[in-house]
């Protein structure tokens, strides 16, 4: 039912016969099992995640391609309610992504984005370069030499969707986790005027100085994804896009930036770094705010009660810059 979707088969155990199982979820629909017969090609539902006072048909996914800087198409996947929105640019919107490593978001279904839904946002995926969404030249064309695509990627994205009608300038906030922390981080700083708010998790922002350090455990096998800058070419193409090294005078989004203590991927000063020099070069009224957590590492408590908490606390703060 849906233009957009992950499927995927499920459990076979054995290999010569004709029924087969495979999943379907999209941003809209919950996770599902089906059961196919290879020769009629007839399939049916087996089981469907149930989600408490859900109405599926009361959302809408679409999928829109934005021309980056150098003409490539970067694909976006969005979903809305579809009685709460009008394609006419009032609608808030909520932009992830992550975009290194070639790790890909996939539009999956996920019950934490119906809170936003639900209140008239449009929530939205950019599937940049970096990521594997469209093959390993995809994730090869935002590494190293070309980080930088990973950044004007996601900008381009943001434009699309102003353009289309899908948002209203200054209507978009973005999110990053880690090295998608970076790419929120560079994004906001390539761009400070695109964007309302800010939610940086745990984010890889000190590029320059942590890459430098071979004294930081995971410095030297990171050189392997961004380069050694001490090197003069990769010194060169990092200093254009390291956020904590691009801070200006001038008037920034909103920000939440959050670190942990004990975190061994990001070390806390990176965003402790990143808040204070913007908090000095701002000359705007946005809140800028750093939530440190003292027990907990990368990504915050495992424990789902406070995940479920991180998550009402980043929304609320999202929701009071509106």
């Given amino acids: 039912e849906d233009s957009i979707k992950n499927i995927g088969i499920y459990a076979t155990p054995q290999y010569d016969s004709n029924i087969i199982m495979f999943s379907q979820n999209s941003l809209k629909s919950p996770p599902s099992i089906y059961e196919m017969n ?50 006419n640019g009032s609608n808030p919107l909520y932009l992830y992504g992550y975009g290194s490593y070639g790790a ?29 969404f469209l093959g390993y030249k995809w994730y090869m064309d935002g590494k190293m030499e070309t980080k930088i695509n990973t950044f004007h990627d996601f900008n381009a994205c943001a434009e699309h969707l102003i353009n289309e009608k899908y948002t209203f300038p200054k209507g978009i906030t973005i999110e990053g986790g880690s090295a998608g922390g970076l790419l929120v981080g560079a994004a906001m700083t390539m761009r400070p005027e695109l964007y309302r708010t800010v939610i940086a998790d745990v984010p890889f922002v000190d590029v320059m100085n942590t890459m430098c350090d071979p004294t930081i455990p995971l410095t030297v096998p990171e050189w392997e994804q961004w380069g050694n800058p001490n090197v003069k070419k990769f010194y060169d193409i990092m200093i254009k896009y390291s956020p904590y090294d691009n801070i200006k005078e001038t008037s920034y989004p909103n920000l939440l930036a959050l670190g942990g203590l004990n975190d061994p991927r990001v ?43 991180e998550t009402a606390f980043n929304y609320a703060f999202m929701l009071k810059t509106y």
């Fill in 38 to 87: 290879l020769d009629t090609k007839e399939f049916t539902l087996k089981r469907k995640k149930p989600v408490p006072n859900y109405n599926e048909d009361l959302y809408q996914t679409e999928r829109q391609s934005a021309t980056s800087h150098d003409g490539t198409k970067v694909p976006i996947s969005i979903v809305y309610r579809k009685d709460k929105f009008i394609r």
């Fill in 104 to 132: 890909t978001i996939n539009p999956t279904f996920r019950t934490s984005v119906l809170p936003l839904l639900d209140r008239g946002f449009v929530f939205a995926i950019a599937h940049v370069r970096g990521s594997s």
């Fill in 267 to 309: 070390a806390y000063w990176e965003p402790a770094k990143l808040v204070a020099k913007m908090r000095h070069h701002n000359v705007g009224n946005s809140i800028i705010l750093l939530k440190t957590e003292m027990d907990q590492g990368h990504f915050g408590g495992m424990d789902r009660y406070k995940h479920y908490m």
